[in-house]
């Protein structure tokens, strides 16, 4: 700690506050304290008490600020604020900004709908939810149209001025307020209905569709009663979906702390009416170190917003450090009381090792998918690496294959993968320019030499202009290059690296024992069928071949379709680019009429007839052969050569 440092912290006041920790300028660290002399002070004189992630904290600050408030509450509402604002890089940040939907019934109006809101509003309207995707609210909302004739349209309603029913009241799913067949008191009693199925209360909807059930089935109004009984059915199966818990039937949230490794996990369970309808993880990056209590409240501040609001009540696994005003501040963004308990005992406490159990499961279950990451990117980039003889693992590599049809119309494809994963906005393509014929190892020489030539052009114009050559479509230059094919190919692509002047690495990978072939060696690396490096590199070869087929039958169809045209009376160039570009499917042209080629800007009755009969005529089975290699993948039109 530097004079200047131990000077700010002597004067500090005894007072509430926020205070913001500094390195050269930047925030890194934003906290609350009650007396912010005490709790500063605590960062540089008690070390070792401290956890590796705040030692590496305080070693890097070399200034702080202090915003002094009038109380607790307004220090936690600051503390919130700084840290979405900043985003400092030593404090728990949650990621997850996704709005959880709800449903909405505006009750204020004389004919309400109920719908899907992706936002709560203090609007007057009932709003239910969160809930946990838009899945589960139209799932629900389904049953509530089943089970309830309430009106889903958008028709704006006027009793002086009646319109014709819909489809809806035909079949029995809507009162028609639109035509008034009903009144707002009558159509009132159907959406309480619906309020108080929304709110959990679902045994009086079942009661009350049962016993209509029975008294059209008794009236032999069997069509009524199958209505009934397939509402009834729809109403059961999503209450089998939702599990029932016994905590007062009212709303909660559960939220339980599992830390493993680097990283700290919240789970939330989902209680609304009584019936848990779902649960969510949240990973929290670099809190492994983290109090449970710290966690827990760096969650609730930032989950719990405009776009989620809190429930009434929030259960939490672990104790929380001044939940007083933290259940103050929720209430207020809430516009209702929120109270967050620890529960000791009883169902509640089931309910919070439910979601401890949970968060420890989806915790672990995270931590393997890392490590099965690693092992198919980094892991596998080292392995490789050794094979190869490599110093260090390629974080760039690029692969390369040729295709063709008899010599025709040749492409080269390069694809890229950076640190093991595949970077598709840096695929490219090359349309052969000086090679005649099906002569693959001339052809990967023109394309090898014309993306080193361009690299080496833009890397040196970025390096004049003082950017960064990674910025570039070409300046990037590879680590390592993987050819698809054997020795021939292998042999050009070094030739043309070795007359630019670059040394880069290169190997080819053979199809027949999937065998690693390396310029001027007569042996071959076969690598075990398990092993991480050989699925990275199948994986390379297989995305190059891939990305070159598909670019040849590209270019093969819209050939194909020029050539059709070409023929073709009073289709120039102008209309033929016109249909082309209107057109992107051979499959769209051909199934098009007349009138359909008619609205391709510069074609008249008369040749969009002649288009048509070209198309469907006499020639039809020939043209379609000519074209059939295309066709299968519905190719695009306007592909275009790189």
Do not use: W
Not at 133 to 140: I, K, P, Q
Not at 175 to 203: K, S
Not at 331 to 345: M, N
Not at 384 to 396: F, I, N, S, T, Y
């Amino acid at each position: 700690m530097n004079e200047r440092l131990r000077l700010k912290i002597e004067n500090l006041p005894e007072s509430p506050g926020c205070y913001l920790m500094k390195n050269q300028g930047q925030i890194i660290y934003v906290g609350k304290a009650r007396n912010l002399k005490n709790r500063v002070r605590q960062y540089f004189h008690e070390s070792r008490t401290h956890t590796v992630k705040v030692r590496a904290m305080v070693d890097h600050v070399d200034d702080f600020d202090v915003i002094l408030v009038d109380g607790e509450l307004e220090a936690l509402i600051l503390e919130n604020n700084l840290i979405k604002l900043h985003k400092p890089r030593y404090n728990i940040l949650l990621k997850d900004d996704k709005a959880y939907p709800y449903i909405r019934v505006d009750v204020n109006e004389p004919y309400p709908r109920v719908e899907l809101a992706r936002r709560s509003a203090k609007d007057g309207a009932r709003y239910f939810g969160p809930y946990m995707s838009a899945t589960v609210v139209r799932e629900t909302l389904d049953v509530v149209r089943q089970a309830f004739p309430v009106r889903t349209c958008k028709r704006t309603i006027s009793p002086d001025k009646p319109t014709r029913p819909c489809v809806q009241r035909e079949i029995g799913q809507c009162l028609g307020p639109c035509a008034n067949l009903t009144t707002p008191e009558e159509y009132r009693r159907v959406v309480d209905q619906v309020l108080d199925f929304l709110n959990g209360n679902d045994q009086p909807v079942i009661d009350e569709l049962t016993a209509r059930m029975k008294q059209a089935a008794a009236g032999m109004n069997f069509e009524r009663a199958a209505l009934y009984r397939d509402r009834l059915k729809a109403v059961e199966l999503l209450m089998q979906k939702q599990k029932a818990v016994h905590t007062g039937g009212g709303d909660q949230d559960v939220l339980a702390v599992c830390r493993l490794g680097d990283d700290g996990y919240v789970q939330r369970l989902v209680v609304r009416g009584g019936r848990m309808i779902g649960s969510d993880t949240h990973v929290l990056d670099n809190a492994g170190e983290d109090e449970p209590s710290d966690i827990l409240t760096s969650f609730m501040l930032q989950f719990y917003a405009e776009e989620c609001l809190p429930p009434r009540e929030i259960l939490v696994s672990d104790g929380v450090e001044d939940a007083d005003v933290l259940s103050q501040l929720l209430s207020e963004r809430r516009g209702g009381r929120v109270a967050v308990k620890k529960p000791d005992r009883g169902e509640k406490k089931k309910l919070t090792d439910m979601a401890q159990k949970n968060a420890r499961d989806a915790a672990e279950k995270r931590q393997k998918q890392i490590s099965t990451s690693y092992a198919r990117t980094q892991g596998a980039l080292k392995e490789l690496a050794d094979v190869l003889g490599l110093e260090r693992p390629p974080r760039r590599i690029e692969g390369y294959d040729i295709s063709n049809t008899q010599g025709v119309q040749s492409v080269g494809s390069m694809v890229v993968m950076i640190d093991g994963k595949a970077a598709n906005k840096a695929y490219r393509h090359f349309t052969i320019k000086t090679v005649e014929g099906a002569n693959d190892f001339a052809s990967i020489r023109e394309v090898i030499t014309r993306r080193l030539k361009h690299g080496l052009q833009e890397l040196e114009e970025r390096n004049a202009a003082g950017e960064d050559p990674r910025g570039g479509k070409f300046s990037d230059l590879p680590d390592l290059i993987l050819i698809d094919g054997g020795q021939g190919q292998l042999e050009n692509a070094v030739a043309a690296r070795d007359e630019l002047g670059l040394r880069m690495p290169m190997f080819g990978l053979a199809k027949r024992l999937e065998e690693i072939v390396l310029p001027g060696e007569d042996r071959s690396i076969l690598l075990d069928r398990h092993s991480p490096a050989l699925h990275l590199i199948q994986r390379v070869r297989d995305e190059a071949h891939r990305f070159a087929i598909s670019h040849h039958r590209s270019l093969r169809g819209a050939a194909a379709l020029r050539s059709r045209l070409d023929d073709i009376p009073g289709v120039g160039p102008v209309r033929r680019k016109a249909l082309l570009k209107h057109f992107e499917t051979m499959e769209a042209l051909e199934s098009a009429t007349v009138e359909g080629i008619c609205e391709v800007e510069g074609i008249s009755t008369h040749t969009a007839e002649a288009i048509f009969k070209a198309l469907h005529g006499e020639n039809d089975d020939s043209a379609r052969t000519h074209d059939d290699d295309g066709k299968g993948e519905g190719h695009d039109l306007q592909s275009e050569d790189r």
